[in-house]
């Protein structure tokens, strides 16, 4: 079982529709979960971070973590041509050296918002 | 400059050149990270530093050689590497090792003749 699973997609959406992006992993006591975005040739850019249980809602986008379940979801609201990227889902789990935590990465899902 | 800078944008070299990778964050953070991003994998983080200190080393093989000589500053020393090492290199950082989110810089595309 990969330590960070996320649908490669594609993920094709129209325009104005709700995007739902879906990651699961495997690690119980991770605390803290973040979604990057990421053009084709670009670096990952931070959208979201979550570290509690429930909704956050930030503009367009919401994170959703349900620790139970051990998963994290992104839902973009009122897709838009320029959200075509690919989503990439990291988890926190410990480190090598005392309280240090270290990023574990999804592979992305691929979303394309069509006009 | 703000965010994080990284230097070449672009290298091409030879398997048996030495070259070095250059990060420069300007965000006030202390922890500063080296990932390899290849394709249809996912993104691998190779070292960590922290108050220039290294506290995670990926298991990465002794041709790749970082430096930090300072928190705002990190370099990735590269010798005789294989065509294999062709990837994207991306340089992170943020204000600690915890639970913190992590800012990159617009990466090193390297490629191995």
């Known amino acids: 079982q990969k330590e960070v699973e996320q649908n490669s997609g594609p993920l094709s959406v129209p325009e104005g529709a709700i995007a739902s992006l879906n990651c699961t992993y495997s690690?119980?006591?991770?605390?803290?979960f973040f979604w990057y975005r990421q053009y084709s040739g670009k670096s990952p850019e931070l959208i979201m971070s979550?570290?509690s249980n429930g909704d956050k809602e930030d503009g367009r986008f919401t994170a959703q973590l349900n620790k139970a379940s051990q998963y994290v979801s992104l839902l973009i609201r009122d897709s838009q041509p320029s959200d075509s990227a690919t989503y990439l889902c990291?988890?926190?789990?410990?480190?090598?050296?005392?309280?240090?935590?270290?990023?574990?990465w999804g592979l992305g899902t691929s979303l394309a918002v069509n006009p | 400059e703000t965010g994080v800078t990284q230097t070449p944008r672009h290298l091409v070299m030879g398997m048996t050149n030495k070259k070095s990778l250059k990060c420069e964050q300007h965000?006030?953070?202390?922890?500063m990270y080296w990932y390899k991003q290849s394709a249809k994998k996912p993104l691998e983080l190779m070292f960590v530093?922290?108050?220039?200190?290294?506290?995670e080393n990926n298991s990465v093989p002794s041709r790749f050689s970082p430096e930090c000589p300072n928190s705002s500053h990190l370099f990735l020393h590269l010798h005789t590497l294989q065509p294999e090492d062709s990837a994207l290199y991306l340089c992170?950082?943020?204000?600690?090792?915890?639970?913190?989110?992590?800012?990159f810089g617009d990466g090193t595309r390297l490629s191995i003749l």
């Open positions: 965000l006030g953070h202390n922890a």
């Open positions: 690690d119980r006591v991770s605390q803290s």
């Open positions: 992170a950082s943020s204000t600690g090792t915890g639970d913190q989110p992590q800012h």
């Open positions: 990291a988890v926190n789990k410990r480190g090598n050296a005392g309280n240090n935590r270290k990023l574990i």
């Open positions: 979550i570290y």
């Open positions: 530093y922290n108050f220039k200190e290294q506290t």
